[in-house]
């Protein structure tokens, strides 16, 4: 007992007579060094019955022992959730109390837990610990890391219920099952339009902004959405990644596409109102009949611009809907709608 007393006074008085011949890294006790060693040899001799997991302390296995167990000893007094280890706890608790005591040197931000301070140094370090080693891909978080492994590796662990479907991250299975259910969680404040995705009522706030986030590098032209910068740089590039699987023919548009394929389906779209008339294509209209006379059922709740096809309407939407089509001659504010 006493040799205990005398080595947790070294604790204080810091000294620590046991190095580490591997990092110099200094002990107060023997048993301390013992331990950290394993870390260098990456010895693991205490073993898990349940499903033979490794750990380098004792005290280690009996904390991943209560997985299996189901024990969670340790409780919150604030909202009652419970925990298995007592550090899972103090961190859970800092929920509440709003205490973030890991700081970050370079700019100052404050984080909860030492892990999360940890990965966040990497966005100032630049530093991708893990590596894939099917692609040589680099990652900041082993999270990111396992996730993309499953490009590789074809898994799928998370299932909808609903139709079998499988997904790569759960987010993604988050996002999927709102198909089913018809939940639209984010709301625009400014029209009331609902979205599945946060990333798509972003991109539709850029319509009340104004702001083009998407520039093309070859002629300075902005655009509202990132398919609609993808679509025009192909004029530059003279990609057709659209293939008609009859003639092979390509183009630039899915729209275009569609068009086309009706020379073979025989599906005719344009309808003369003049004489009930009906052509596969517009420019197959003959002299008597004119742009203007052909139906267009889908019309623009902005403008009123009317389209003969739903995609063409869509098209217009994403890339010219967020011009001000109605200015204020006193204060030039522009407005969407009248």
């Known amino acids: 007992m006493r040799s205990l007393f005398t080595a947790h006074k070294r604790n204080h008085t810091r000294e620590w007579p046991y190095k580490c011949e591997e990092c110099s890294k200094g002990f107060y006790q023997s048993s301390q060094l013992k331990t950290h060693q394993r870390s260098h040899t990456g010895e693991r001799p205490y073993k898990c019955d349940e499903c033979g997991k490794g750990f380098s302390q004792r005290s280690s296995l009996t904390q991943h022992e209560k997985i299996h167990t189901g024990e969670r000893p340790y409780t919150c007094e604030e909202c009652g959730k419970r925990f298995y280890q007592r550090s899972k706890l103090a961190e859970h608790q800092r929920i509440h109390t ?44 082993r999270s990111y890391f396992k996730i993309h492994q499953r490009i590789h590796t074809g898994e799928r662990p998370y299932k909808c219920e609903k139709c079998g479907k499988g997904f790569s991250q759960k987010s993604s299975l988050t996002q999927h099952q709102r198909i089913h259910t018809g939940e639209r969680p984010y709301k625009c404040e400014e029209c009331g339009k609902d979205f599945k995705e946060r990333s798509y009522l972003k991109e539709h706030q850029r319509v009340h902004t104004g702001e083009r986030h998407y520039k093309c590098k070859e002629c300075g032209k902005s655009f509202y959405f ?52 009906t052509f596969n294509e517009i420019q197959n209209l003959p002299p008597h009949h004119s742009v203007d006379t052909v139906e267009k059922p889908y019309k623009c709740g902005g403008c009123g611009k009317p389209f003969n096809q739903r995609s063409d309407l869509v098209y217009y939407q994403k890339n010219h809907a967020g011009k001000n089509l109605y200015t204020c001659e006193e204060c030039g504010k522009g407005f969407h709608y009248r």
């Open 226 to 277: 990132r398919a609609g910068l993808t679509q025009h740089q192909r004029i530059h590039t003279g990609e057709r990644p659209y293939k008609c699987k009859e003639c092979g023919k390509g183009f630039k548009q899915g729209a275009h596409l569609n068009e086309h394929q009706k020379i073979h389906t025989g599906e005719k779209s344009y309808k003369c109102k003049e004489c009930n008339k």
């Open 98 to 141: 709003g205490e973030r005591p890991y700081t970050c040197e370079e700019c100052g931000k404050g984080f909860s837990q030492r892990s999360t301070l940890t990965h966040h140094q990497r966005v100032h370090t630049g530093e991708k610990p893990y590596k894939c080693e099917e692609c040589g891909k680099g990652f900041q978080q």
